[in-house]
T-cell receptor, first 114, second 114 residues
Framework: DAGVTQSPTHLIKTRGQQVTLRCSPK?????VSWYQQALGQGPQFIFQ???????QRGNFPDRFSGHQFPNYSSELNVNALLLGDSALYLC?????????????FGSGTRLTVV | AQSVAQPEDQVNVAEGNPLTVKCTYS??????LFWYVQYPNRGLQFLLK??????LVKGSYGFEAEFNKSQTSFHLKKPSALVSDSALYFC????????????FGKGTRLSVIA
């Protein structure tokens, strides 16, 4: 049973560019949440997708956007990259109707903005 | 609003000694509480959760945590530390109602010394 898969593992982008990160949830999960983990910090909630809609959003600017596809996979897009966007981006999946049971996390995408 | 405090940035313990990693939380209503562990350049791995019931929760790798409602705490414990337990530990909370996202503490780095 595959867990949460994220791609790519690492990438380097230049300031001002745009980036797309991808996430495939664990089998049986229909909800995807994205987190940003800056160096030395705890994960910060970006947004959550369920039924192809953004359901909740953390305190992140509109440069951060997302999408969920009918197969429950998800993308995180970041426009106009800043140096401060350098972080580990974590995707977590869960079953919406079993929300009590926490998340399964992927290994993350390490984004470096230069 | 939900929040988690992990008051110690670093905990050092000798191998074979008991360990405690502290966590206090703030949430409206009843909490769902979680502990995750992160190894270098990896995502978050689930250790244990408290949903309801017994205040002492047992999890993976010999870890346990005690829910204390009056002190709003959920400290992580292990009777005998191993060098391989050295990692970054995160406490997280979410509210009982709705499908609210997990809110994480800033993490505590555990170092077990041989």
């Amino acid at each position: 049973d595959a867990g949460v898969t994220q791609s790519p593992t690492h990438l380097i982008k230049t300031r001002g560019q745009q980036v797309t990160l991808r996430c495939s949830p664990k089998s049986g999960h229909d909800t995807v949440s994205w987190y940003q983990q800056a160096l030395g910090q705890g994960p910060q909630f970006i947004f959550q997708y369920y039924e192809e809609e953004e359901r909740q959003r953390g305190n992140f600017p509109d440069r951060f956007s997302g999408h969920q596809f009918p197969n429950y996979s998800s993308e995180l897009n970041v426009n106009a990259l800043l140096l401060g966007d350098s972080a580990l981006y974590l995707c977590a999946s869960s079953a919406y109707r079993e929300g009590t049971y926490g998340y399964t996390f992927g290994s993350g995408t390490r984004l470096t903005v230069v | 609003a939900q929040s988690v405090a992990q008051p110690e940035d670093q905990v050092n313990v000798a191998e074979g000694n008991p360990l405690t990693v502290k966590c206090t939380y703030s949430v409206s209503g009843n909490p769902y509480l979680f502990w995750y562990v992160q190894y270098p350049n990896r995502g978050l791995q689930f250790l244990l959760k408290y949903i309801t019931g017994d205040n002492l929760v047992k999890g993976s790798y010999g870890f346990e945590a005690e829910f204390n409602k009056s002190q709003t705490s959920f400290h992580l414990k292990k009777p005998s530390a191993l060098v391989s337990d050295s990692a970054l530990y995160f406490c997280a909370v979410r509210a009982y109602s709705g499908n609210t996202p997990l809110v994480f503490g800033k993490g505590t780095r555990l170092s077990v010394i041989a």
